[in-house]
């Protein structure tokens, strides 16, 4: 029969692996009040916070009558005639994730998808089963061959996980005001970091014993879950109204569509 290589099978876990995601990101999405979830979270907390969210073209008028009612005690900011405007277009803002934190989450996303792959050729070589040491081999590379550098290279990216999950969370963590969500994914994702490398480590210590095998699999899933989740709230946080500041200045009730 046919046998395929180890690099074809390690391809296997990433197709796992991104159909899992997947569908989960699709519940997550589809979940009842799973899309509106989030934006009515993001008008609580500004509301607490001294802001309230952009208004919807069907809610100006209201929104209008309430402006005229409310007492001016926020700052003009932005140089908007309305107290009212200027907070909800501060509010549009401040919701926002940066683009750097965006773009973080996809590296982090696809640095997973790579990682799982490396370790999945390790594992479907049985290279792994050659090594005793920890965090690094401690077998000489003119003994086992290229099999060492394979190691070494799955052991250092995982080495390079930790310093990108650290990196998230402190990224993450100024804009935890604004975005908890964001930032309890990134600190989920450092901990499973360090899951991920102890359960490698048990993973060494057993001479790859099969529940080790499992745990280590299991946890590289909830580490793909989670930054799917990131790359899904730090990309996709709905179609707002934005209030132009200038319109406002000129009494003008124009608004225009941003995507963020």
């Known amino acids: 029969l046919f046998s395929n290589p180890p690099a074809l099978i390690a391809v296997h876990l990433g197709v796992a692996l991104t159909a899992f995601v997947s ?46 009612q409310e007492p001016e005690t926020v700052p003009r900011a932005r140089g908007t005639g309305d107290p ?14 940066g683009r750097a934190l965006q773009r973080l989450s996809w590296v982090v996303a696809v640095y997973v998808y790579v990682a799982s792959y490396i370790g999945a050729y390790v594992a479907s ?14 077998e000489r590379p003119d003994v086992v061959g290229v099999a060492f550098w394979v190691d070494v ?10 310093g990108l999950a650290g990196a998230l969370v402190v990224m993450a963590r100024r804009e935890a005001m ?39 699999v299991t946890i590289v899933t909830g580490l793909f879950v989670d930054a799917g989740y990131l790359v899904l709230r730090t990309t996709t946080t709905g179609r707002r109204e934005a209030v132009r500041p200038e319109a406002v200045e000129d009494g003008a ?4 569509p941003d995507m963020v």
């Open 253 to 256: 009730t124009a608004v225009t």
């Open 178 to 216: 604004v975005r908890p969500d964001v930032y309890r994914a990134s600190v989920a994702m450092l901990g499973l970091v360090g899951l991920q490398a102890l359960s490698g480590a048990l993973l060494i210590a057993t001479h790859i014993r099969v529940w080790a095998f499992l745990l280590h």
């Open 84 to 97: 009212a405007m200027a907070r909800a277009f501060e509010g549009t803002r401040r919701q926002n994730t």
């Open 125 to 138: 070589t049985g290279y792994g089963a050659l090594f005793s040491g920890w965090p690094l081999p401690t």
């Open 23 to 68: 569908l989960f990101l699709l519940a997550v999405v589809l979940s009842p009040g799973g899309a509106g979830r989030h934006r009515a979270a993001g008008v609580a907390r500004e509301q607490e916070h001294g802001t309230t969210d952009v208004p919807f073209r069907g809610q100006q008028a209201a929104a209008g009558v309430a402006r005229e």
């Open 153 to 162: 290279l799955h052991r250092v990216a995982a080495l390079g996980f930790v």
